[in-house]
């Protein structure tokens, strides 16, 4: 068989899809963000607001295991992705009229169609550098590096525009619930480590007007609409050269089988408590900093600025890992997060929270949103490398053990006060770290005694099957 010749515009080509496919992910989860960063604050009773959001990972883990695969091979990456974006809808329509009966259905819809658009994505960026490989003196490894580097670093800046755009809906106009209600005398008590949702979220936390919540979910439900236009009409298709319609029930249902083989390897078993971790520092962040440090302790309206700063910081990290990447490798990268991410952690608890302090929770976002990119970018880019031919099965499984993270936090946010749930996210990361490190150094030792002369490949191989970009 002759070998694919990519040419430099075919190149060009494949950037550009990876640049508007990430423009696009980046406009939808402007929407989803920015509603998400406010639940454990404007849905706070009862804790729905964070219940939602665990029932939106409740439902992405079981598309995730059964979803996925079959409808990547239906519809392709291309329009798995434009119409999952679509399924996030009516849970943005919801927060219109927040009730169980209406967020926790539209949540679990939220969450069936985020399987298939993030294993999409993962698939869509490594057949992408794999294609460039072809055209590109640098190796596979340093351009997953790049493609997925130049993805988080545009989709990251949603939380810059989605959180400007809450932030400046409920901090417009004479609206006294965008700040704090606590007294000063009080905020060292109630707020930072001490803070307790179950408790302290009805003192603390007040009812937005429904107006402004109502303004600010038609704007995020315009978001996501032209997303999923976007992908509609401005990305190429990756399709497959040897699947017919026909197959792809059948292909499908093989991959599933290798999603769930990959799920109990050795390696992933151990890369897996990394990727929960992730998935709880996220949620930490977004849920319990965002009403025990910044809610409480100054007010709702400044909840969007913060993220704002952590969402800017996301995004110049994935530009500045990318490049030190090259130089000093991806292990110092992950010790630098490890350690940054603790002294954070520490600070957290010792921290004597105290009024207008507005400064230290910016100061706090930006190293938090530093370290989330070295962990972004890094461990997606070490799936790709570990997990070569099997992408689809490792990065859905990637998402799973994500999602875990995600409702641990959640279903623990409304219980347990900040600073237990601190230390719970200290030990964790301890666990993962030091996991990840063995995997990397195992990874390492084999691929030297196995570095022989052998042939790269030459097509985009996923389960033996050839990949080709075409409109």
């Not at 989860?29 to 665990?54: C, D, K, P, R, V």
């Not at 009730?99 to 993030?118: D, H, K, Q, R, V």
């Not at 010790?335 to 603790?342: E, K, Q, T």
Request: proline share 3%; with cysteine; net charge neutral.
């Amino acid at each position: 068989m002759e070998d694919p010749v990519v040419s430099p515009k075919k190149s060009w080509k494949i950037l550009k899809n990876a640049v508007v496919m990430s423009l696009a992910f980046m406009i939808h989860f402007t929407a989803y963000n920015g509603t998400a960063n406010l639940q454990s604050s404007i849905n706070a009773e009862a804790g729905l607001g964070t219940t939602s959001l665990a029932v939106v990972c409740a439902g992405f883990i079981i598309s995730n295991m059964f979803l996925p695969l079959i409808v990547i091979k239906w519809l392709g990456t291309k329009w798995t992705i434009s119409l999952s974006f679509l399924a996030y809808l009516p849970y943005f329509a919801a927060q219109m009229y927040p009730s169980f009966y209406t967020l926790i259905p539209a949540a679990f819809i939220m969450g069936i169609g985020g399987g298939p658009l993030w294993c999409a994505k993962s698939t869509y960026l490594s057949a992408a550098a794999e294609a460039n490989t072809k055209t590109s003196n640098l190796c596979l490894e340093v351009l997953l590096v790049r493609f997925f580097g130049i993805f988080f670093m545009i989709y990251q800046l949603n939380q810059v525009w989605g959180n400007l755009i809450s932030s400046l809906v409920l901090s417009s106009g004479d609206n006294s619930a965008a700040v704090t209600a606590i007294n000063d005398t009080m905020i060292a008590e109630l707020c930072g480590a001490n803070f307790m949702p179950s408790a302290h979220a009805d003192e603390a936390l007040q009812r937005q007007p429904p107006e402004k919540i109502q303004m600010i979910s038609g704007i995020y439900l315009g978001c996501t609409v032209a997303a999923s236009l976007l992908v509609a009409v401005g990305v190429d298709s990756i399709k497959s050269n040897k699947i017919d319609q026909n197959n792809a029930s059948k292909s499908g249902i093989h991959l599933l089988a290798t999603t769930l083989k990959l799920l109990v390897e050795p390696k992933h078993l151990m890369l897996a408590s990394i990727n929960v971790f992730v998935g709880m520092q996220q949620a930490f962040f977004g849920a319990d900093f965002t009403a025990a440090f910044v809610s409480c302790s100054v007010g709702v309206g400044t909840v969007g600025f913060v993220m704002m700063t952590f969402g800017f910081a996301n995004a110049s990290g994935c530009v500045v890992m990318e490049q030190m990447a090259k130089t000093v490798g991806r292990l110092p990268l992950i010790i630098a997060a490890f350690i940054i991410h603790g002294s954070l952690m520490v600070t957290l608890l010792t921290f004597n929270l105290q009024p207008n302090q507005p400064v230290v929770m910016y100061v706090i976002a930006c190293l938090w949103g530093f370290c989330d990119s070295i962990w972004a970018v890094q461990i997606s880019a070490f799936y790709g490398i570990v997990f070569k031919g099997r992408e689809e099965a490792a990065f859905s499984n990637v998402r799973l053990c994500e999602s875990f993270g995600y409702i641990i936090a959640y279903i623990i946010s409304p219980h347990l006060k900040t600073g237990v749930k601190t230390y719970i996210l200290m030990v964790t990361m301890l666990v993962g770290v030091v996991l990840y490190i063995i995997v990397e150094f195992r990874e390492r030792k084999a691929n030297t005694s196995t570095e022989t002369s052998e042939p790269q490949e030459k097509y985009i191989d996923f389960d033996n099957k050839a990949f080709e970009y075409s409109k």
